[in-house]
């Protein structure tokens, strides 16, 4: 009954750019910060953004800070993930992940046992 749903993935060029979106069913997204995560071939999990319940805080990885932008709108229960200037080595699955916006401390963004909601995942693949 509480699912998040991503979308948006597919195979582009490098440069090219892509749009991903995360989908809240059964539950509303106002009382949750969301994160979005990417796991490539043979590599960990790592977290690369994450975004404040109603928008006034965002997160960002070094490795897409300055390229990526992590926005939402609680009115249609998404968040979303701009990714402009796509390189091979943003290929990976990537995943939108909730939790609760209450539970949120200063430098803790990233670390995925906190997050108590996932995505299936989308794929996401750079290459010419």
């Known amino acids: 009954q509480l699912q998040l749903v991503e979308s948006g993935g597919g195979l582009v060029q490098p440069g090219g750019s892509l749009r991903l979106s995360c989908a809240a069913s059964?539950?509303?997204?106002?009382?949750?910060?969301i994160g979005w995560f990417r796991q490539a071939p043979g590599k960990e999990r790592e977290g690369i953004s994450c975004?404040?319940?109603?928008?006034?805080?965002?997160n960002y990885a070094d490795s897409v800070k300055g390229r990526f932008t992590i926005s939402r709108d609680n009115a249609k229960n998404t968040v979303y993930l701009q990714m402009p200037s796509l390189k091979p080595e943003d290929t990976a699955v990537y995943y939108c992940?909730?939790?609760?916006?209450?539970?949120?401390?200063?430098?803790?963004?990233?670390?995925?046992?906190?997050?108590?909601?996932w995505g299936q995942g989308t794929q996401v693949t750079v290459s010419s």
């Open positions: 975004i404040s319940s109603h928008g006034g805080t965002t």
């Open positions: 059964g539950f509303s997204l106002d009382f949750y910060a």
């Open positions: 992940a909730a939790r609760l916006q209450s539970s949120m401390i200063s430098g803790t963004w990233g670390l995925q046992r906190l997050y108590q909601h």
